[in-house]
């Protein structure tokens, strides 16, 4: 089955740097890669997913990079604020069919005033 | 809109009582999925139903009964609780069978003394 590993477990930055969040995955067929923001006592929620037939994607101050060929994939979050505090999810899926996504085990962003 | 309802939020069961966390979306989802989520473990999926009648072993299944009553509402039954079963519940749906821009609830914490 799919494997992902996510890197690392616990990111403090200062607020206005950047923050990266790195996954691999292990299946090939994988082609969907969503990324989701848990805030303390809340439920995961979805901020960015990118599909393999793109190699970037964007949405303000959050944009995903897939890199096929070596199996990873990233999130990078720049001018960081406090409110981006929270744990941060990666996932592997096969959009289009029944394949079940694995999730990465999480990475703990604090970013500091 | 309410999206992905989860209740109740906070459950303690003392280890061999049995209970039903119930879970029920308003956005015409055919998939839906149960989650238990434990400190540096991550996300871990029970069972998911991929559509109405049907219902598939997620990776932790052992201890779990789920039922999809109907297209709205997937719920997921402990039959005798046990400690390894306390644990932040979450349940999640998307349209597609794949998981593509699922959302989740905001969760049950279960408490087995």
């Known amino acids: 089955g799919e494997n992902v590993e996510q890197h690392p477990s616990t990111l403090s930055v200062q607020e206005g740097d950047s923050a990266v969040i790195k996954c691999t995955y292990s299946?090939?067929?994988?082609?969907?890669f969503p990324w989701y923001k848990q805030e303390l006592g809340k439920g995961p929620q979805l901020i960015i997913d990118?599909?393999?037939?793109?190699g970037e994607k964007k949405d303000q101050r959050i944009a995903v990079t897939l890199n096929k060929t070596a199996k990873h994939f990233s999130l990078h979050i720049t001018e960081t604020q406090p409110e981006d505090s929270a744990v941060y999810f990666c996932?592997?899926?096969?959009?289009?069919?029944?394949?079940?996504?694995?999730f990465g085990r999480g990475t703990s962003l604090i970013v500091h005033p | 809109n309410a999206g992905v309802t989860q209740t109740p939020k906070f459950q303690v069961l003392k280890t061999g009582q049995s209970m039903t966390l119930q879970c029920a979306q308003d956005?015409?989802?055919?998939?839906m999925y149960w989650y238990r989520q434990d400190p540096g473990m991550g996300l871990r999926l029970i069972y998911y139903?991929?559509?109405?009648?049907?219902?598939d072993k997620g990776e932790v299944p052992n201890g779990y009964n789920v039922s999809r009553l109907n297209k709205r509402e997937f719920s997921l039954r402990l039959e005798s609780a046990a400690p390894s079963q306390t644990s932040v519940y979450f349940c999640?749906?998307?349209?597609?069978?794949?998981?593509?821009?699922?959302?989740f609830g905001q969760g049950t914490r279960l408490t087995v003394v």
């Open positions: 990118i599909r393999s037939n793109v």
């Open positions: 956005m015409n989802h055919n998939s």
């Open positions: 139903s991929a559509s109405e009648g049907t219902t």
């Open positions: 996932a592997a899926s096969m959009a289009g069919g029944s394949y079940i996504p694995t």
């Open positions: 299946d090939s067929a994988s082609n969907y």
């Open positions: 999640a749906s998307s349209e597609g069978g794949s998981f593509t821009e699922a959302f």
